[in-house]
């Protein structure tokens, strides 16, 4: 079985696919400080729980943060005899690579988004994720990554909105009743809320308006259903986009290791 892990700059994401069906998606904080003991403490007690076998032999790992990346590599070699395959280095290779400019580094969530979405919606797309950084990844026709947007994550902006204005409170993301607020924390919301449905709205407009062809806007991320909420924003959620792109990548791989 194939162990995928996500990780991100607020939680990280482990799944664990059987070659057909994902059989458990676990998830906890990011912290570099974290050992390949603990992790495997942590993951063996969940699995158990789950009833979930502990047979794996692969590991991918997508990581946009590089200092977890070490103890994510030892947990793989230590307790499952396996070289994980990186997303973004050299030897992970990728079904299509990125068409941007030269000497780019693209983030490896964008490249695993981009692999997803095009494996299960064909081109011509927008992946819209909202993570700590509300990122748009432009996909092809042919599947390749070629350029995108990235803007300040919802919970990023509320933070600061909070931690900038002494008398302003931190208020949870949702959809408000109204467009104007009569309280304090009803106008933080619609202001928030509203905000970001102008700026995806405003963004994907603008992507669709520069690629001149019709386009899919696909999105992924904790807070995407919020702003799917009975509107046409966005075409389809894909809860699980982003370890489908990994488990793609780790195919593809394992496809040219057999030529």
Same mark, same amino acid.
């Given at each position: 079985?194939?162990?995928?892990?996500?990780?991100?700059?607020?939680?990280?994401?482990?799944?664990? +696919?059987?070659?057909?069906?994902?059989?458990?998606?676990?998830?906890?904080?990011?912290?570099?400080?974290?050992?390949?003991?603990?992790?495997?403490?942590?993951?063996?007690?969940?699995?158990?729980?789950?009833?979930?076998?502990?047979?794996?032999?692969?590991?991918?790992?997508?990581?946009?943060?590089?200092?977890?990346?070490?103890?994510?590599?030892?947990?793989?070699?230590?307790?499952?005899?396996?070289?994980?395959?990186?997303?973004?280095?050299?030897?992970?290779?990728?079904?299509?690579?990125?068409?941007?400019?030269?000497?780019?580094?693209?983030?490896?969530?964008?490249?695993?988004?981009?692999?997803?979405?095009?494996?299960?919606?064909?081109?011509?797309?927008?992946?819209?994720?909202?993570?700590?950084?509300?990122?748009?990844?432009?996909?092809?026709?042919?599947?390749?990554?070629?350029?995108?947007?990235?803007?300040?994550?919802?919970?990023?902006?509320?933070?600061?909105?909070?931690?900038?204005?002494?008398?302003?409170?931190?208020?949870?993301?949702?959809?408000?009743?109204?467009?104007?607020?009569?309280?304090?924390?009803?106008?933080?919301?619609?202001?928030?809320? +509203?905000?970001?449905?102008?700026?995806?709205?405003?963004?994907?407009?603008?992507?669709?308006?520069?690629?001149?062809?019709?386009?899919?806007?696909?999105?992924?991320?904790?807070?995407?259903?919020?702003?799917?909420?009975?509107?046409?924003?966005?075409?389809?959620?894909?809860?699980?986009?982003?370890?489908?792109?990994?488990?793609?990548?780790?195919?593809?791989?394992?496809?040219?290791?057999?030529?």
């Amino acid at each position: 079985m194939l162990l995928a892990i996500d990780c991100g700059n607020t939680n990280t994401v482990f799944s664990i +696919w059987d070659g057909t069906h994902i059989l458990c998606t676990l998830r906890t904080s990011t912290e570099h400080q974290r050992t390949a003991d603990q992790y495997y403490v942590w993951l063996s007690a969940l699995l158990n729980h789950h009833k979930i076998p502990m047979d794996i032999n692969a590991v991918i790992i997508s990581s946009t943060v590089p200092r977890v990346v070490f103890n994510l590599r030892v947990l793989a070699d230590r307790y499952f005899n396996s070289r994980p395959l990186v997303v973004g280095k050299p030897e992970c290779l990728l079904p299509t690579m990125p068409r941007v400019d030269a000497g780019t580094a693209v983030g490896p969530d964008r490249l695993v988004n981009t692999a997803g979405a095009y494996d299960r919606y064909g081109g011509d797309l927008i992946v819209v994720d909202f993570g700590t950084a509300t990122t748009f990844d432009v996909v092809a026709h042919d599947g390749a990554y070629v350029g995108g947007v990235i803007a300040p994550g919802v919970n990023l902006s509320l933070q600061a909105l909070h931690e900038a204005a002494a008398a302003l409170p931190h208020v949870d993301v949702t959809k408000p009743a109204r467009v104007i607020g009569t309280n304090t924390v009803a106008c933080m919301q619609s202001g928030v809320f +509203w905000g970001y449905v102008g700026l995806v709205r405003g963004i994907c407009d603008q992507i669709k308006a520069e690629y001149e062809r019709p386009m899919r806007v696909i999105s992924t991320g904790g807070l995407a259903p919020l702003f799917g909420q009975g509107d046409t924003l966005l075409d389809q959620f894909d809860e699980t986009l982003t370890i489908h792109g990994l488990t793609v990548i780790h195919q593809y791989n394992k496809d040219q290791d057999n030529l």
